[in-house]
């Protein structure tokens, strides 16, 4: 049997590629070093919903970029395709969201390779189409997010900054972020290890700001770095 390629797993490094985008040439991900990334893929151009999304990044770009973190878009439309839509785009208006102008790489990748390396196909879904993939990369060049959304529903994109502002909060603290946190929020603190570091985090809140039990503990977010 043909052995198939093994698709990115978080915790893996991203697979490397060179590909032509709106924005010219990248080397993926050597000219994003020291760069969170926002790799995702739309399933076409000129649809409705793929529409709507390139509004609200187009409008959240600044954003994502103060928090050190580049998008670059993909599906396997054509160059000139691209370029017609992101054009269209910078002409209309939809709620809040007016002629936004696209300033991030959007791949052309019609021989799907790109589509391919990041398990971006779902046949059982379109055999032509790419899904709603969005992977998370951090600045050495590691997947650790992963993200799949059907062609029919569109991203909550402040969902996924706020993914992204909880991985460098955990990075910078060795913490971790709690269910619904936002930023600004109290984090865990790692569980203790053993039972002489669990009895001193009960009676003397031992590395912690507060405790619900020995094993669920956190910090106040005033007291990080």
């Not at 926002?38 to 187009?58: G, I, N």
């Not at 189409?129 to 600045?139: G, L, S």
């Not at 993914?163 to 569980?191: C, F, M, R, Y």
Request: proline share 6%; with cysteine; glycine share 4%.
């Amino acid at each position: 049997m043909e052995e198939k390629e093994r698709l990115p797993l978080i915790g893996d490094k991203a697979p490397e590629f060179r590909a032509i985008t709106t924005e010219g040439k990248i080397n993926f991900p050597e000219d994003f070093k020291g760069k969170w990334v926002m790799l995702f893929s739309h399933p076409a151009d000129f649809t409705p919903v793929c529409t709507t999304e390139f509004m609200m990044l187009a409008s959240m770009h600044k954003e994502f970029q103060e928090i050190n973190t580049e998008l670059i878009g993909l599906s396997i439309d054509s160059l000139s395709s691209h370029i017609a839509w992101l054009r269209r785009i910078e002409e209309l208006e939809w709620g809040p969201f007016s002629k936004g102008k696209v300033r991030f790489p959007l791949i052309a990748d019609s021989s799907m390779k790109v589509a391919k390396l990041y398990g971006m196909l779902h046949p059982n879904a379109a055999n032509t189409q790419t899904v709603r993939a969005v992977f998370i990369i951090d600045p050495e060049g590691t997947v650790r997010t992963i993200m799949y959304y059907p062609m029919s529903t569109g991203r909550n994109f402040k969902e996924i900054k706020r993914t992204i502002i909880a991985l460098q909060k955990a990075d910078k603290n060795h913490v971790s972020t709690p269910a619904e946190w936002q930023d600004g929020d109290d984090v865990l603190v790692p569980t203790p290890l053993d039972m002489e570091q669990a009895q001193k985090r009960v009676s003397d809140n031992n590395g912690c700001d507060y405790a619900l039990d020995w094993f669920m503990a956190f910090r106040k977010n005033d007291k990080l770095k």
